[in-house]
T-cell receptor, first 114, second 113 residues
Framework: GNSVTQMEGPVTLSEEAFLTINCTYT??????LFWYVQYPGEGLQLLLK?????DKGSNKGFEATYRKETTSFHLEKGSVQVSDSAVYFC?????????????FGKGTLLTVNP | EAQVTQNPRYLITVTGKKLTVTCSQN?????MSWYRQDPGLGLRQIYY???????DKGDVPEGYKVSRKEKRNFPLILESPSPNQTSLYFC????????????FGPGTRLTVL
């Protein structure tokens, strides 16, 4: 079945540092890929998504590119802020499984210090 | 405002005492689902519903029930809660084939003593 493996944290960075959170997936076919963010005490919010190979999703300075050849969807940001401190989840849907069900990675806690 | 609401947000209960966590969405979405979030395990799907009166098991359905009598509501029922159901629960909804974004509720933190 489908699965998602993401870099386990916690990740601690200083403000304005470069961020990479690795995510790889296993699926048949062509899944849709997502990054969700969970701020402290809140639910999950969609951060960005990509639905086909070589698509780049972007939002709030974050980017991720759908790489079919490496089955990856790494999250990057060039300059993190304290307000980016949150838990980040990589997820997929489709790809041999249901188009509705999300399969999540375990989450990566990011802490950004001033 | 488009949203998914859950109640209660926090609940402490004892083993065996039946409880219901409500979930409601105002986006006329057909698909709704429940997830639980546990440290080191990420989110795992409990149950889902493709439409009114259509429900099915997710990956971890044991000990839970759901119902979908109306399109907007999708309550999660724990008939006899146990300590291993202590977790953070999220309800989610999404529209039809044209959109693959899921909208999540704010979560319900449940503790079973």
């Amino acid at each position: 079945g489908n699965s998602v493996t993401q870099m386990e944290g916690p990740v601690t960075l200083s403000e304005e540092a470069f961020l990479t959170i690795n995510c790889t997936y296993t699926a048949t076919g062509y899944p849709s890929l997502f990054w969700y963010v969970q701020y402290p005490g809140e639910g999950l919010q969609l951060l960005l998504k990509a639905t086909k190979a070589d698509d780049k999703g972007s939002n709030k300075g974050f980017e991720a590119t759908y790489r079919k050849e490496t089955t990856s969807f790494h999250l990057e940001k060039g300059s993190v802020q304290v307000s980016d401190s949150a838990v980040y989840f990589c997820a997929l849907s489709g790809g041999g499984g249901s188009n509705y069900k999300l399969t999540f990675g375990k989450g990566t806690l990011l802490t950004v210090n001033p | 405002e488009a949203q998914v609401t859950q109640n209660p947000r926090y609940l402490i209960t004892v083993t065996g005492k039946k409880l219901t966590v409500t979930c409601s969405q105002n986006m006329n979405h057909e698909y709704m689902s429940w997830y639980r979030q546990d440290p080191g395990l990420g989110l795992r799907q409990i149950y889902y519903s493709m439409n009114v009166e259509v429900t099915d098991k997710g990956d971890v359905p044991e000990g839970y029930k759901v119902s979908r009598k109306e399109k907007r509501n999708f309550p999660l029922i724990l008939e006899s809660p146990s300590p291993n159901q202590t977790s953070l629960y999220f309800c989610a909804s999404r529209g039809g084939q044209g959109s693959n974004e899921q909208f999540f509720g704010p979560g319900t933190r449940l503790t079973v003593l």
